[in-house]
């Protein structure tokens, strides 16, 4: 299934048809030599001073870090993600070397999970990020400590049928995609 973006302005391909899908092929499996590509994108994404405070935890469908994950799922994302073929935490080290704050971290594995997403989609691979998680449940589970920090967990697998949704979600799933105009966010 495809759900291209309507764009005001031309945008290259793989950004207009990037989106976050809820269904999942559940028979589709994936290795870390799948995800290579998209690890590879975001080693390379911009880092404020090159700190690259990004690191990331991968469970794949039925092995022990991905049923940790699924274990604090929360909400919808709980009846869905489970059907992904990968579950990725993303991290961030809020300390720079010398134990400053490091202000831009957030942004940076933001930057970092973009270029993931976007590599991933142009190898035929989705991603759908999601913050609906136990993140203190999550952070123990794993054996996440200070400074790092648990941020976001990102589904990642082949985009399935719609139909094996709830038909409040497959309503979702199927909706036109909407945004804000660029002239609301441009001034």
Same mark, same amino acid.
């Given at each position: ?60 469908? #039925? ?5 940790? $994950? +699924?274990?604090? &799922?929360?909400?919808?994302? /709980? ?5 992904? *073929? ?56 794993? #054996? ?5 920090? $648990? +941020?976001?967990? &990102?589904?990642?697998?082949? /985009? ?5 949704? *709830? ?21």
């Amino acid at each position: 299934m495809t759900n291209r973006a309507t764009t005001s302005f031309p945008i290259l391909d793989v950004l207009a048809e990037r989106w976050s899908p809820r269904a999942f092929d559940q028979s589709a499996t994936l290795t870390m030599a799948d995800l290579g590509p998209a690890f590879e994108a975001a080693r390379w994404a911009p880092s404020a001073n090159n700190l690259q405070p990004w690191s990331f935890i991968v469970g794949f469908r #039925g092995d022990e870090a991905f049923e940790a $994950i +699924v274990a604090t &799922l929360s909400g919808f994302n /709980a009846s869905w993600a489970p059907h992904a *073929s990968a579950l990725v935490v993303t991290i961030t080290n809020t300390l720079t070397a010398s134990g400053r704050q490091n202000v831009s971290a957030r942004y940076d594995l933001g930057q970092a999970v973009a270029h993931f997403s976007i590599q991933a989609q142009a190898n035929g691979l989705s991603v759908h990020q999601m913050g609906g998680f136990d993140i203190e449940t999550l952070t123990d589970s794993l #054996g996440v400590n200070e400074p790092l920090e $648990i +941020v976001t967990v &990102l589904a990642v697998g082949t /985009a399935g049928d719609p139909a094996t949704l *709830s038909d409040e979600m497959a309503e979702r799933e199927l909706a036109p995609r909407e945004r804000k105009d660029v002239s609301e966010f441009v001034r």
